[in-house]
């Protein structure tokens, strides 16, 4: 993350030498010995080159955060149990009836409601 923090950095830095460049050249009149047409096909190939290299550091850091969300998303539910088929009635106690199912249907009856965090 740093790596990519210190490019963005850099380019930023390299777009604002460039631009300041460029708007003195445009200010003192551009009395460069180069015809305007090279300097100007000399210039688009150095914005062309900094774009480019600007998109690709963004394609970096999205590909970056995407993998960062999916290690966050599969790490919380890494602690889920799902129970499908469970009967729902109004004002139910959920956790009750889990442990009551699990130890019912699965012989487990060291559960009591206050084994889960939370039940929906």
């Known amino acids: 993350m740093d790596a990519l923090k210190k490019q963005l950095d850099d380019m930023k830095e390299t777009f604002t030498y460039r631009m300041r460049d460029f708007q003195k050249d445009l200010q003192k009149g551009n009395s ?13 190939a150095v914005f062309r080159t900094f774009v480019m290299t600007s998109l690709e550091c ?5 590909e970056l955060l995407s993998r960062l969300a999916d290690q966050m998303e599969t790490r919380s539910r890494g602690k889920i149990l799902l ?38």
């Open 32 to 44: 460069d010995t180069a015809s305007p047409s090279s300097r100007l096909a000399s210039d688009f």
């Open 58 to 62: 963004l394609q970096n850091q999205m």
């Open 83 to 120: 129970i499908h088929g469970v009967p729902e009635s109004k004002n139910e106690n959920t956790a009750s009836l889990v442990a009551t199912t699990l130890a019912k249907h699965l012989s487990v009856t060291t559960l009591t409601p206050d084994t889960f965090s939370k039940c929906h």
